[in-house]
């Protein structure tokens, strides 16, 4: 089993950051992807950025140029900088792991931009 914990969720004025931590535990395989995807109320859970081991990375339009996923791999974390944060980047943040076609999903972090 897989358990990921997240942290770094809160509330920010727009134009302001926030980093997400994510830290993975458990059976974790030496090929993987990390990310976080994000889901506003009403809206479906979508993509914001992964990265796999190799350092491939994977982000959302919407979001290219303002946030940046990064990963150590010895400690099985990943991470999302967040900058110039918007109103609309206003979800809830999940970590996801995903290793052989397998995803693993942390509790979620509320992320919150005010305009």
């Known amino acids: 089993q897989v358990q990921l914990v997240e942290s770094g969720g809160g509330l920010v004025q727009a134009g302001g950051s926030l980093r997400l931590s994510c830290a993975a535990s458990?059976?974790?395989?030496?090929?993987?992807?990390m990310g976080w995807y994000r889901q506003a109320p009403g809206k479906q859970r979508e993509l914001v950025a992964a990265m796999n081991t190799n350092g491939n990375t994977n982000y959302a339009e919407s979001v290219k140029g303002r946030f940046t996923v990064s990963r150590d791999n010895a400690k099985n974390t990943v991470y999302l900088q967040m900058n110039s944060l918007k109103p609309e980047d206003t979800a809830v943040y999940y970590c996801n792991l995903n290793q052989y076609t397998l995803d693993y999903w942390g509790q979620g972090t509320q992320v919150t931009v005010s305009s």
């Open positions: 458990g059976s974790i395989f030496r090929h993987n992807a």
